[in-house]
C-alpha cells in the first residue's frame, strides 16, 4: 500500500506543477494554452476538482460554453461540496442565456458559502434576470400575431434640429459623401440623429428582405471580393479595414459574414456603417447572419443595452426585426461557400435545401440554420459535440463531402477567434476568418480578410493587428450579472 502511494506522489506533484503554468498562462489571457497544461494535469489527476473548475473557466474563457459546463459537472461530481464548480457551471450557463438553470447553481453556491457577499450578489443578479425572463414570457406576442414595428415608424416625420451639426440624408438617396461624414461624426464619437438611423435600418431592412436566404455573388473575372469575418462592435478595427482595402464600392466590394453587433462597445457605430454601405450601393456590401444577430444574444453580450443607451426601446425591437430579414449564406462564383458557422449534423445537405428556409424567424436551437449560425470543425473526422453547448463539431470528411455533393471548392466560415485572424483546415478545404483583432480587449489575437480575384479565386489572406479606440471598455453596455463574471 505505501509503495502505491510513492508511486502516485510524483504524479500529483507533476499535476500541481503543471496547474500552476496553467495559471499563468491563465492570467496571461493565453487561453488555449491553459486548457492544454490544465488537461496534462487531469490526465496525471484526474481526481482534483480544482483542476476541471479551472479548465471550465479558461473554456469559458474561450466561449466554449459546452465544455465548460461539462468540465465544471466533473468538478461537482468529485466533490459535491466543492463551491467553485457550481460557479463555474452556473457562469457557462448564463453565458448561453440559461437562467433558469444557472441560478439553480448559484442557490448551491449561497447554500455552501452563506456568507459570501460576492455569492449573494452574483445570486440576486440571477434572480433579477430570471424574474425578468419569466415576465417577458408572460407578455411575449407569438411572432405570427406581432405588428412588425418598420411598419409603425415614419422617419420623414421627425424633425432634425437647427443645432444639429452631424451627417445629413438629403432626400431619399444615401451617398458616399453622407457615410463618410457619418464615418468620421462616429470617429469622435458623434451620434447620428434618429432620423437618419431610422431611414437607413428601415432601407437595409426593405433590401435585406428582398434577397434568398442563399445568396449567389458574381465576381467577373478581373475584378476582386473580399470576405471579413466577425467584427464584434470593434468600429475602430472597422476602419482599419476600409483604411488597408479601400471602402467598399462597386469595384471594391465586402461580404461581412456575420457577428458585426455585441462584446464591443461601438456596435451601433459598426451596424451603422455596414447598413449605410448597402444602402449606399447594394452590391458593394453583402451581409450575413451569424449567431449573435439575434435577440437572446444582444439582451446578454451588450448590443441591446447600447442601442438602447445611444438610440432608443424602439431601435432594439427594429434591429432584432432586421437580424431575421438577414441571409444565412452565401457562395460566390458557384464555387466558395461563406457561412458564419459551419455544416451539418446530416449528410446530404444541398444549397436548394439552404434556399429554402424560412429565415425569418429568431435562431432555433437545432436543425440546418441553426448549424449553419453555430458549428465549428474539429480536427477529428466525423462529427462530434459542441464545444459551445449549440449545433456540433464537424470533420474534414464531412467538408469534402458536402464540397463534392454540391461541386464547390472551397468553405469559409467566421465564428472562432484565431491568433493570426485566420485558419486554414480540413486539408485547405475550409478557412476560418475572424476580422476582430485583439479580441474583447484582451485575447491578443490579430484579426484578418480574404480578398479573392476572379477567375482563379486563389484566398489571398490579409492578417492585421489592433488600433487604440477611445476608452469605453468591451460589455460596457452588457447585462450587469455577466459583467459580474466576465
Known amino acids: 500500500m505505501t509503495s502505491m502511494v510513492e508511486n502516485a506522489n510524483p504524479n500529483i506533484e507533476r499535476a500541481e506543477e503543471i496547474k500552476l503554468l496553467a495559471n499563468d498562462a491563465f492570467k496571461a489571457n493565453k487561453f488555449s494554452q491553459a486548457i492544454e497544461l490544465y488537461s496534462q494535469a487531469i490526465e496525471l489527476n484526474g481526481l482534483n476538482a480544482v483542476y476541471w473548475a479551472n479548465r471550465a473557466f479558461a473554456h469559458t474563457k474561450r466561449e466554449e460554453y459546452g465544455s465548460a459546463i461539462q468540465d465544471a459537472t466533473k468538478a461537482i461530481e468529485l466533490d459535491p461540496k466543492y463551491s467553485k464548480g457550481y460557479y463555474r457551471r452556473g457562469a457557462a450557463y448564463l453565458a448561453m442565456g440559461k437562467f433558469k438553470e444557472a441560478l439553480k447553481d448559484f442557490q448551491q453556491v449561497k447554500k455552501i458559502c452563506p456568507s459570501d457577499p460576492d455569492a449573494s450578489k452574483k445570486l440576486k443578479e440571477c434572480e433579477k434576470a430570471v424574474q425578468k425572463l419569466r415576465f417577458e414570457e408572460a ?51 458623434k451620434c447620428l440623429h434618429k432620423r437618419y438611423a431610422y431611414q437607413i435600418v428601415l432601407q437595409a431592412r426593405e433590401m435585406l428582405g428582398a434577397m434568398p436566404a442563399l445568396v449567389d455573388i458574381t465576381v467577373p473575372d478581373g475584378h476582386h471580393f473580399t470576405v471579413c469575418g466577425d467584427v464584434h462592435g470593434q468600429y475602430f478595427d472597422l476602419l482599419n479595414i476600409f483604411e488597408l482595402n479601400g471602402l467598399p464600392s ?173 485558419e486554414i483546415e480540413h486539408d485547405g478545404k475550409l478557412i476560418t476568418v475572424f476580422s476582430a483583432p485583439n479580441y474583447c480587449d484582451q485575447m491578443g489575437n490579430k484579426g484578418a480578410f480574404i480578398r479573392f480575384a476572379a477567375p482563379e479565386l486563389k484566398p489571398d489572406i490579409v492578417s492585421f493587428s489592433a488600433v487604440p479606440h477611445p476608452d469605453v471598455k468591451p460589455m460596457a453596455y452588457a447585462s450587469n450579472f455577466l459583467r459580474l463574471f466576465s
Not at 411575449?140 to 400575431?145: D, G, M, T, Y
Not at 416625420?157 to 445629413?168: K, L, N, Q, S
Not at 444574444?297 to 438602447?308: Q, T
Open 139 to 189: 407578455i411575449a406576442v407569438h411572432e405570427s400575431a406581432r405588428r412588425s414595428v418598420a411598419e409603425s415608424i415614419d422617419f420623414r416625420c421627425i424633425d432634425v434640429e437647427p443645432h444639429y451639426t452631424g451627417a445629413r440624408i438629403e432626400g431619399e438617396v444615401v451617398t458616399l459623401d453622407f457615410v463618410k461624414k457619418m464615418m468620421e461624426d462616429f470617429r469622435n464619437q
Open 250 to 422: 462597386e469595384e471594391n466590394p465586402y461580404l461581412f459574414n456575420g457577428d458585426f453587433v455585441d462584446r464591443g462597445s461601438f456596435s451601433v457605430e459598426v451596424i451603422l456603417t455596414l447598413f449605410a454601405f448597402k444602402c449606399m450601393c447594394p452590391t458593394a456590401m453583402y451581409l450575413s447572419r451569424g449567431n449573435h444577430e439575434s435577440k437572446s444574444m444582444n439582451k446578454i453580450y451588450g448590443f441591446e443595452g447600447e442601442v438602447r443607451s445611444k438610440l432608443s426601446e424602439t431601435f432594439v425591437e427594429l434591429f432584432a426585426e432586421v437580424f431575421c430579414c438577414l441571409p444565412l449564406a452565401h457562395v460566390i462564383n458557384g464555387k466558395i461557400f461563406v457561412v458564419h458557422g459551419g455544416l451539418f449534423s446530416v449528410d446530404g445537405v444541398k444549397l436548394s435545401d439552404i434556399r429554402a428556409i424560412d429565415r425569418f424567424c429568431e435562431p432555433p436551437e437545432e436543425g440546418i440554420m441553426c448549424e449553419l449560425l453555430w458549428s465549428d470543425p474539429q480536427p477529428q473526422l466525423g462529427r462530434g459535440p459542441s464545444k459551445r453547448g449549440v449545433g456540433l463539431s464537424f470533420g474534414a470528411d464531412v467538408t469534402k463531402k458536402f464540397i463534392e455533393e454540391n461541386n464547390l471548392d472551397l468553405v469559409v466560415r467566421s465564428h472562432e477567434v484565431k491568433d493570426e485572424g485566420y
